[in-house]
């Protein structure tokens, strides 16, 4: 029953974040690439690796190439030859795909809000019990967050 409720909660969530990004052009897996990439840009500023993308986002490598083509071709992502590593990629974002980031950032915000909106106090309590159970599993996770498809803290 647990993992229902959370199923479909998540799922109108989801419902409601992906009609907002749409307006953008943008997919949530597109959203959640580019957030991680601006959230691991700040500690290396020069670029990261699809793999240390992919890595920090909970995915594959190969998905997280397979999110970059088109990100690429619309020009909100930066992709080159690692200088070291003939096989590795170096991601980064252009300076349209920081703008698309924070507006995109600023459509979660809404989405937040509005998904919060029917009845602020619900889902407060909602929020709180859930980021409770999150770090119970966090901790059991240890030294390795990203086993859950977290970023590490």
């Given at each position: ?17 992906n009609?907002e ?23 290396n500023v ?12 909970g995915?594959?490598?190969a998905?997280a190439s397979q999110?970059m083509?088109p990100l ?13 590593d ?7 974002l ?9 507006e ?8 937040d809000?509005?998904?919060r909106a029917d ?9 709180k019990a859930?980021?409770e159970?999150?770090?119970v599993?966090?901790?059991v ?5 990203e086993?859950l498809?977290?970023m590490?803290?």
């Amino acid at each position: 029953m647990l993992g229902y409720l959370l199923r479909l909660m998540s799922s109108i969530w989801h419902r409601q974040l992906n009609a907002e990004l749409a307006k953008i052009d943008l997919t949530e897996m597109q959203f959640v690439l580019m957030i991680g990439l601006g959230w691991l840009l700040e500690s290396n500023v020069k670029g990261v690796t699809q793999r240390e993308l992919a890595d920090a986002c909970g995915i594959s490598t190969a998905l997280a190439s397979q999110v970059m083509k088109p990100l690429s071709k619309k020009g909100l992502v930066d992709v080159a030859s690692h200088a070291r590593d003939a096989r590795a990629r170096v991601v980064s974002l252009s300076a349209e795909g920081e703008t698309k980031l924070k507006e995109a950032a600023a459509i979660l915000r809404r989405a937040d809000e509005q998904f919060r909106a029917d009845n602020p106090k619900v889902f407060d309590k909602l929020f709180k019990a859930l980021r409770e159970a999150v770090d119970v599993k966090m901790n059991v996770a240890g030294d390795h967050p990203e086993d859950l498809g977290a970023m590490p803290r």
